[in-house]
Every structure is written in C-alpha cells, then in structure tokens.
C-alpha cells in the first residue's frame, strides 16, 4: 500500500505509465487481502482457543463434580473429556505458533523471497545459496564476511586469527581491518587449479561495506624488526643460485649470491649477501653485461 501511494504523485505527472501504477494498485491490493485473509485465520485459531479452553473449565468442573459423587463411570468419562480437550488446545497452540517465523539467531534481512499473505510451496523459488531450500522466505545475514580462494602453494602461511587489511574500490583511500576466522578443510579445484577458502571477519566497516562488494585482501604475517629487503624484481638465478646483481669497482653489475627470506608484496627479504646501503640492478642498463664473479684461488 505505501509503495502505491509513493508512485501516485509520479502518475499523475507522468514520471510512470498508467498501466504501471495500475499493475502496483493491483498488487498492493493482492497484498492487503492475503494480510486480511491472514489475520481472519489468526482470529479464528484464537477463538478456538477461547472455547477449547472454555469447555476446559467446565470439564474441569463436570469432574470435580463427579470425583464428589464418588461414581467411577462419570470420573473416567470426564478424564477422557479432558485428555480430549488438552490435546485440542495443543493443536491450536502449534498452529498459532506456526504463523510466526523465528530465526536462530539475530541479524538483518538481506532478501525476500516471498510476501506477507503468500502460499509458500516446496516449488517456490528462493535464494540461491547452499544453505537455503525450496521454501525459504528471506535470506538473514548475521554480520559481514570476505570470502577468499588463496591458492594451494600460499595456504600454510595462513592460520585462523591472522590480522587482515581489506581494501575495497568503493573507499579507495581506507583500509579496513579483519582476522582469519577460518580456513576451509577441504580444497575446491576448479579450472586445474587448486585453492582452499577462507573466511574474513570484519573488525572495522561493518557499517561502510555491504554485502557482494568485491575486496582485495593482504594477510599481515609477523613483525620482523630491521628487516633488510629489495624489490623481488632484483633477485635473479644464475646456475641454479639465487642472488643479486651488485655494481663492482667499474660500476658494472656482478652477480652476488644471496640468501633470501620471506616475500610480502613485492619485496623479499634478504638474509645474506647484501647489506644496508647497497645498491643493487634491477633491469641491466642498456649494452651492459652483468660480470661473472671472479673464483677464488
């Protein structure tokens, strides 16, 4: 009813065609009569109730009555009176109860799969994730999660409460903060690759990011004070050793094999074969030869 008095006003100065307000009329008026046909049976349930609980009370009485007379025939007729009745109270309970739907825990309405008043069937439609069925009505969010597929080779870094720093192109100059809740036992293979989700929960923005945004994610490992690190780019292999491109006493660059650490982004950390202050080649300049090092006699 409120959304067809919203679009009165753009009907009559044409902002949506006729038909269209009255295709809304017609459905605000479907909707008013199933809440009303609703609420009848509602009322009708609650009736019953009234007088199942009403012959209660006189069964209650009829009983006593006949407890006080002391004839077996009238006590046992009036138990039975009463079974019957409690049991038909019980009935009118359920179905009472029935006309709520409760969650099993608090959150927001996401979607609506059906309206107040509809039939729900095993055929209608409804969402589309794994946990829902046929007959489901609404899809209930309790908070906000990034879903992630780290591939294979990445997943033993990762362990369930690790800092997370979320970045979404909605706030591009805002990090927002996460923790590993969970990594997933099983891995998804798809497209011959191999990966494992994990699940993200949001420490802050809870109140910016909404539910289907696209996120990118880095995965804050440990704190290493004094770390030294170059650009990933510089590190280079030459005879199956790793190491680095280092200018000699010409200035010319030398390969100088070195030990490296863990990568984050695109830096490595060096462990050994460099030290602060030196400067290494990350593309050979134009003509020039990186010089084999010399061996030692």
Same mark, same amino acid.
């Given at each position: ?12 100065? $044409? !902002? ?25 049976? %509602? ?13 209660l ?10 407890? $006080? ?12 009176? @009463? ?5 038909q ?6 179905q009472?109860?029935d006309?709520?739907l409760? !969650?099993?825990?608090? /959150? ?8 107040p ?10 969402s ?15 908070? %906000? ?28 100059d805002?990090v927002?903060? $996460? ?5 997933s036992?099983?891995? @998804? ?6 990966s ?8 802050? $923005?809870?109140?910016?990011?909404r ?16 770390a %030294? @690190?170059?650009?990933? @780019? ?5 005879? /199956?050793?790793?190491?680095? %491109? ?28 460099? +030290?602060l ?9 134009p ?6 090092? +010399?061996? +030692? +006699?």
């Amino acid at each position: 009813q409120s959304k067809y008095e919203r679009n009165i006003p753009l009907g009559g100065c $044409g !902002a949506i065609s006729r038909d269209r307000l009255d295709e809304i009329a017609l459905a605000a008026r479907r909707t008013q009569t199933s809440l009303d046909r609703t609420q009848a049976s %509602l009322e009708r349930v609650q009736t019953g109730l009234r007088v199942a609980r009403s012959r209660l009370e006189e069964a209650e009485l009829s009983r006593t009555d006949a407890q $006080g007379s002391q004839r077996p025939e009238q006590i046992e007729q009036a138990q039975a009176q @009463v079974a019957e009745i409690l049991g038909q109270i019980r009935a009118i309970e359920v179905q009472k109860q029935d006309t709520r739907l409760v !969650a099993p825990f608090d /959150g927001i309405v996401t979607q609506r799969y059906a309206d107040p008043g509809a039939f729900v069937t095993p055929t209608t439609s409804a969402s589309s994730t794994a946990s829902a069925t046929s007959t489901s009505v609404v899809a209930l969010a309790q908070g %906000l999660e990034v879903l992630a597929n780290l591939p294979e080779a990445d997943i033993s870094t990762i362990r369930p409460g690790q800092a997370v720093e979320v970045r979404v192109d909605s706030y591009v100059d805002q990090v927002f903060q $996460g923790e590993v809740r969970l990594i997933s036992p099983e891995a @998804v293979k798809e497209q011959n690759v191999t990966s494992f989700q994990i699940r993200v929960a949001l420490t802050t $923005g809870e109140s910016q990011l909404r539910s289907g945004m696209n996120a990118d994610l880095a995965f804050v490992g440990n704190v290493i004070d004094n770390a %030294l @690190v170059v650009p990933t @780019v510089a590190i280079v292999t030459r005879e /199956g050793k790793r190491g680095l %491109l280092l200018p000699n006493a010409k200035n010319e660059p030398e390969f100088r094999e070195a030990t490296a650490g863990v990568t984050i982004g695109n830096q490595t950390q060096i462990l050994s074969g460099a +030290k602060l202050g030196d400067r290494v080649f990350i593309d050979l300049p134009p003509g020039r030869q990186f010089q084999e090092p +010399k061996a +030692k +006699k």
